[in-house]
């Protein structure tokens, strides 16, 4: 069935290290992507979304592109915060009224 | 524009006991998800609902979970005769009538249910 896997945490990295969070999927049809964030003590939130191929999303300095030929949406970011420690989840949406699938999350830790 | 509470944020019962678990939606939002998250592991689908209508239970538990969400109040999930295995994060989102398609969910802090 439809699925995602994004690398096990928790990441650790130094203030104004790059970033990189692996995503990979599998689904069938054309699906949705998405970063969903999760600070310390909150609910989840939108990060971006892609919805087709070649897509990029990006916000608050996050992108992530939709590649179709490798199944990936994998997260970067050029310099990490300490406020963007936080867990991250790539999630999909497989077609048009269906639920949206998420991933394990990934833990990040930004140190100063 | 409050956004999603759920209630009670902290939740302990006996085995054997129920759990109610309480979700009042974004204002205007029509839509509702619960998900569970067990230690270690992501968020799992349970229930998709619109007003007076499950959408989608492809996730729930086949007994002793039931979800509802009426016309009036909150979403309510029930947890009937809890084991420790349900111990859990229960997180409730909402959607507006478009959220399927464009699989934005406001979820709210989630609930977290403690089995003894």
């Known amino acids: 069935g439809d699925s995602v896997t994004q690398m096990e945490g928790p990441v650790t990295l130094s203030e104004e290290a790059f970033l990189t969070i692996n995503c990979t999927y599998t689904?069938?049809?054309?699906?949705?992507l998405f970063w969903y964030v999760q600070y310390p003590g909150e609910g989840l939130q939108l990060l971006l979304k892609?919805?087709?191929?070649?897509d990029k999303g990006s916000n608050k300095g996050f992108e992530a592109t939709y590649r179709k030929e490798t199944t990936s949406f994998h997260l970067e970011k050029g310099s990490v915060q300490v406020s963007d420690s936080a867990v991250y989840f790539c999630?999909?949406?497989?077609?048009?009224?269906?639920?949206?699938?998420f991933g394990k999350g990934t833990r990040l830790h930004i140190l100063p | 524009n409050a956004g999603v509470m759920q209630n009670p944020r902290h939740l302990v019962r006996r085995r054997g006991q129920e759990a109610r678990l309480r979700c009042s939606p974004m204002k205007g939002h029509s839509h509702v998800y619960w998900y569970r998250q067990l230690p270690e592991e992501g968020l799992k689908f349970m229930v998709y609902l619109q007003k007076e209508n499950i959408i989608d239970e492809s996730g729930m538990p086949k007994e002793r979970f039931s979800a509802e969400f009426p016309k009036e109040g909150p979403s309510i999930l029930r947890i009937q005769q809890v084991v420790r295995g349900d111990s859990a994060a229960y997180f409730c989102?909402?959607?507006?009538?478009?959220?399927?398609?464009?699989?934005?969910?406001?979820f709210g802090e989630g609930s977290r249910l403690t089995v003894l």
């Open positions: 989102a909402s959607s507006p009538v478009e959220g399927p398609y464009t699989g934005e969910l406001f």
């Open positions: 892609a919805t087709k191929a070649d």
């Open positions: 689904a069938t049809g054309y699906p949705s």
């Open positions: 999630a999909l949406r497989p077609n048009r009224d269906d639920k949206i699938i």
